[in-house]
């Protein structure tokens, strides 16, 4: 069946460092990969995606590269900043027999950004 | 503005008890999701909807019951025969069918057994 693994946190960095957070995925076919982030206490949030291979999704400096080669999607940012903590899902969407789709999400990372 | 909107944010529930979580969304989405979330787990799918009046157990149905008489809501019961109830529930849409979308999830609700 469908998987997603990631990383475990939680990940401690200072405010400007470089963040980079691991996903692979095990799937058949070719699923759409996505990142979601959650605040404390709130529901999940899209943060970016890629529908084919070599796609790189971006959005508020957050980048994430699909790569069929090695089924990764790996989430990075050059500089993160204190409000960036939160915690972070990497998900595949796969079709379903019959139509429609589901979302098999990761763990989640705890990203801690501190001063 | 177009969203997601689970009711209530907090729940209580006695032993024993039957309780119905409500999400409801007016972006005009065909498919709706039930999802549990759990410390360390991830979130695990419970019941989705492709459509009114239809739809299908995922992947942690024990336990809970669905109804989808209209195409706005999509309501959760936590049956007595659910034994860990207490868990963070979110409800999530998306635009059906096959294509690349993402989902839209509600901010959920926190129940818990008391």
């Known amino acids: 069946g469908n998987s997603v693994t990631q990383m475990e946190g939680p990940v401690t960095l200072s405010e400007e460092a470089f963040l980079t957070i691991n996903c692979t995925y095990t799937a058949t076919g070719y699923p759409s990969l996505f990142w979601y982030v959650q605040y404390p206490g709130e529901g999940l949030q899209l943060l970016l995606k890629?529908?084919?291979?070599?796609d790189k999704g971006s959005n508020k400096g957050f980048e994430a590269t699909y790569r069929k080669e090695t089924t990764s999607f790996h989430l990075e940012k050059g500089s993160v900043q204190v409000s960036d903590s939160a915690v972070y899902f990497c998900a595949l969407r796969a079709i379903l027999t019959g139509g429609g789709n589901k979302l098999t999400f990761g763990t989640g990372t705890q990203l801690k950004v501190e001063l | 503005d177009g969203g997601i909107t689970q009711s209530p944010k907090y729940l209580f529930r006695k032993e024993g008890q039957n309780v119905t979580l409500s999400c409801e969304q007016n972006l005009n989405h065909d498919a709706m999701y039930w999802y549990r979330q759990d410390p360390g787990q991830g979130l695990r799918l419970i019941y989705y909807s492709q459509i009114v009046n239809d739809f299908q157990k995922g992947d942690i149905a024990e336990g809970y019951s669905v109804s989808r008489e209209k195409k706005e809501s999509f309501p959760l019961t936590v049956t007595s025969a659910q034994k860990n109830p207490t868990a963070f529930y979110l409800c999530a849409s998306s635009i059906g069918g096959t294509g690349g979308y993402g989902y839209t999830f509600g901010s959920g609700t926190r129940l818990t057994v008391v």
């Open positions: 890629a529908t084919k291979a070599d």
